[in-house]
């Protein structure tokens, strides 16, 4: 009976850290650094692991790269889902989506950078599991924005002449480009406002 309850224990034992926590310092030292300038010494520092809590969690430093940019997109996503709640005309919906990204490219967050772009410039050409996450989640963003803008063309709220998939493009190609401009904070104070122009490409 005692052995029972001790090997219960042992098999239902809590890891030694937060995942969660890790992970997110994880996301912020690679959109720092991106992932060939982040070594394993600096993620176990910035996560606050030891190398054999580290290594029982994960295989490698692409290991650690993948669950940091699934945990990253989920928790993007999350967000996006909390500003678009109340939006009602379609182009409300996309108005929102284009604030939310601008917003994430000013101050801290905006200097640290996108983890998923940082992705997209280092590894898509070398590994093809990260290209295919990057591939899915851009188009996923271009395939809701163009049902945004068909949304706003049938409630009125977006002009009826323009094309959804490529203005839904003209839109996403705004999204990651004000991530990129944001990470030196030089052109902070027009990032908002660009917003605002590239909405005009609806009316």
């Given at each position: 009976m005692n052995s029972e309850r001790n090997s219960h224990r042992s098999v239902g034992r809590p890891r030694e850290f937060d995942m969660t926590q890790a992970l997110d310092a994880a996301i912020r030292i690679f959109s720092e650094r991106g992932y060939h300038g982040t070594s394993i010494a600096e993620l176990k520092a910035e996560m606050g692991l030891t190398a054999g809590s580290l290594y029982k969690a994960f295989q490698d430093k692409r290991d650690i790269f993948v669950a940091a940019y699934d945990r990253y997109k989920q928790v993007r996503a999350d967000l996006l889902e909390q500003a678009l709640s109340s939006a009602s005309t379609g182009r409300e919906k996309?108005?929102?989506?284009?604030?939310?990204?601008?917003?994430?490219?000013c101050g801290e967050t905006g200097r640290r950078g996108c983890l998923a772009i940082g992705a997209a410039v280092e590894l898509v050409?070398?590994?093809?599991?990260?290209?295919?996450?990057?591939?899915?989640?851009?188009?996923?963003?271009?395939?809701?924005?163009?049902g945004f803008i068909r949304d706003g063309q049938l409630d009125g709220s977006i002009r009826h002449d323009a094309?959804?998939?490529?203005?839904?493009?003209?839109?996403?190609?705004?999204?990651?480009?004000?991530?990129?401009?944001?990470?030196?904070?030089?052109?902070?104070?027009?990032?908002?406002?660009?917003?605002?122009?590239i909405l005009r490409i609806l009316d």
């Open positions: 996309v108005a929102r989506v284009v604030s939310f990204y601008a917003m994430s490219a050409l070398s590994d093809a599991e990260i290209a295919a996450k990057v591939a899915g989640h851009n188009r996923k963003l271009v395939t809701r924005l163009e094309d959804p998939a490529s203005t839904a493009l003209a839109l996403f190609s705004y999204l990651q480009g004000v991530r990129i401009a944001g990470k030196t904070g030089e052109l902070e104070n027009q990032l908002l406002p660009s917003g605002e122009a």
